[in-house]
């Protein structure tokens, strides 16, 4: 790897020297490299990449292209056709793994598609951390990641992931998620770099008694295009999500933040808030919230804000001895504080990192 | 002199809102303002910090012998100014945070604020939530890690319980033993008297300080014929 390719990954968090990771996942281009630590190998877990997992592992056809239909969309549809790599994760039934598994998706060639599969399987009663960090290095590249995710009964993964793009580079990740009964599913999203455009929608279906927490820290800089949102299908009794998005908004960027409810049975509950902070007049926020209920005994809440940072916020943390510029950098870290409660403990000094970033960059 | 206010005036558009206000204090002293309601009080502070509103200053400020009229409240701050806000506004950032890096900024440590302030407050966004004592608490705190040379406190024991102005006070004793000099304001001077030491006192009435004495006899004055006796002889606009 290139110094320029390793300074991008590390600037995103990424654990490069894989000190505090069980295994890791690194697709440069279309070369994978894996890592598989022996605590994570007499787990009995499987780590490994689809082109290999398609010929030697026999139950992959039952999780392959069930929580994502191919047909979804134009992206789909050419992942279904081209995709050659990605992630397959089998964590076995009670196994809890408590260092993260890393993933690192990075284009480091120009003009190039890099279109992935990532299966990741969560046995029942299992638990484990995967944390998935995409960059590019140079100009015009494209990201196809289809990523179907299986929470199994009483299962818990959680699912990290940082984007860092270029300014002409697009994403387009396409997620689909299933958790069954009283699994727990917490995802956490952080757009940190200016991108030609990001737009992703995970859908996750929720079983009896089973919860999701999702949420998205939306930075826009420069010319970014950021449509993020979420679809929840809360398909049983005692289903309950939650979704939290935060967006800041600088210069020419636009962000779209969406999310949606689906109340399908009764017991179910959820909650939607999307918070957007404007620090441009040439930038747009929108936030669209959909709740819909489709039957009884169904509590679904939104909260929507959009605003700018408080002048007298600004002068009581100047007051303190802060510069204009510090104080703004401090609200912006408070504003994006949200979520980390649902990440294990090995993965909060990257996310916090990542944060501290955001309010870096944010600031102007 | 540490401080000194020399012919402070303050405009908001037409309206004057201090006028004319000459004040000093020396190191170490230890000052009360009152005054009724409107009068001024928060204002003179925040106009010592440079915080706004007003668009119009004429007079000077001079802080340890520089003229700090023109500098930036976060210029003043680390010249030695602290604020004691009497309403913190709630700034979504959460207190901990908040708290470690005012400890960066200044170089204290946190021991010395944690029978100020409540641990339990550490985990949430900074005066969201707070009553009026953990907001007051959680300033003299802030003030005692900033070690300043002049804190300024607008109203710490206004909606405070009793437990809680005694930690006030304490607080309050605290920076003037570490050297700091006071500038108090206090409405009905509940906290004065848990204080072993007060040098001077003054009253500040529409915007100008009509006169400045010995504490005891302020104090006596106020508490006996209210405010409406410092009123007499002056002109409306």
């Known amino acids: ?203 996750v279906r929720l079983n009896v008694d089973s919860s999701v927490n999702i949420t998205s820290i939306l930075l826009g800089l420069g010319g970014s295009r950021l449509e993020v949102g979420s679809k929840v299908e809360l398909s049983a009794e005692g289903a309950s999500a939650e979704i939290v998005s935060r967006s800041i908004a600088r210069d020419e960027s636009r962000i779209r933040m969406l999310g949606e409810l689906v109340g399908m049975s009764s017991g179910a509950r959820g909650h939607l808030e999307c918070k957007g902070l404007q620090l441009s007049d040439r930038a747009v926020i929108e936030a669209i919230p959909i709740l819909r209920s489709e039957s009884e005994d169904v509590e679904l809440t939104h909260e929507a804000a959009i605003g700018r940072l408080s002048e007298e916020g600004l002068y009581y943390l100047m007051s303190k001895g802060f510069s204009e510029e510090e104080a703004t950098s401090m609200m912006i870290r408070g504003f994006v504080d949200v979520g980390l409660e649902t990440m294990p403990p090995a993965v909060r000094p990257q996310i916090s990192t990542v944060l501290n970033l955001i309010a870096k960059y944010g600031k102007g | 002199m540490l401080l000194e206010v020399k012919d402070l005036s303050l405009k908001l558009g037409s309206k004057s809102i201090l006028r004319n206000v000459s004040l000093e204090i020396d190191k170490g002293e230890v000052h009360v303002l009152f005054g009724p309601n409107g009068a001024g009080k928060s204002t003179l502070l925040k106009a010592i910090m440079g915080i706004p509103p007003y668009d119009k200053v004429e007079g000077k400020i001079v802080f340890d012998g520089k003229d700090i009229t023109k500098l930036k409240p976060y210029e003043r701050a680390l010249l030695g100014i602290s604020l004691s806000y009497q309403h913190p506004p709630p700034i979504n950032v959460k207190l901990a945070y908040l708290l470690k890096k005012v400890r960066e900024k200044y170089g204290s440590s946190n021991e010395m604020v944690e029978s100020i302030i409540p641990s339990y407050l550490l985990g949430r966004d900074a005066f969201l939530t707070f009553s009026g004592g953990e907001s007051k608490r959680v300033e003299m705190g802030i003030s005692l890690l ?92």
């Open chain 1, 1 to 203: 790897m290139t110094d320029s390719s390793i300074r991008a990954l590390e600037r995103l968090g990424a654990d490069v020297r894989g000190n505090m990771i069980s295994g890791s996942y690194f697709l440069r281009d279309n070369h994978v490299s894996l890592l598989i630590k022996k605590v994570l190998e007499r787990s009995g877990a499987i780590l490994m990449d689809l082109k290999e997992a398609r010929s030697k592992v026999e139950w992959l056809r039952r999780y392959y292209w069930r929580a994502l239909s191919p047909g979804a969309d134009k992206f789909t549809k050419l992942a279904s056709e081209t995709e050659e790599n990605g992630v397959v994760l089998y964590i076995p039934r009670g196994t809890k793994i408590k260092l993260p598994i890393q993933s690192c998706f990075l284009i480091s060639k120009p003009d190039w598609e890099q279109v992935v599969h990532n299966v990741v399987v969560v046995d029942e009663g299992a638990e484990v951390t995967l944390n998935t960090v995409c960059a590019a290095v140079t100009e015009d590249t494209l990201h196809v990641g289809v990523t179907e995710m299986y929470v199994g009964k009483g299962a818990k993964l959680n699912y990290v992931m940082i984007h860092g793009w270029r300014e002409s580079s697009e994403a387009r990740p396409r997620t689909g998620a299933v958790v069954e009964e009283g699994g727990v599913l917490n995802m956490y999203y952080v757009n940190l770099r200016p991108v030609s455009l990001v737009q992703s929608s995970p859908v």
């Open chain 2, 146 to 237: 900033q070690s300043p040379k002049l804190a300024l406190l607008d109203e710490p024991d206004s909606g405070v319980d009793v437990d809680s102005i005694k930690v006030i006070a304490h607080s309050i004793d605290m920076l003037r033993e570490k050297g700091a000099a006071i500038l108090l304001v206090t409405h009905l001077g509940y906290v004065t008297g848990y204080l072993r030491k007060i040098d001077r006192a003054h009253v500040i009435v529409r915007g100008s300080i009509v006169v400045s004495d010995e504490f005891e006899e302020i104090y006596r004055r106020v508490i006996r014929e209210g405010y409406s006796s410092f009123l007499k002889g002056m002109v409306d606009d």
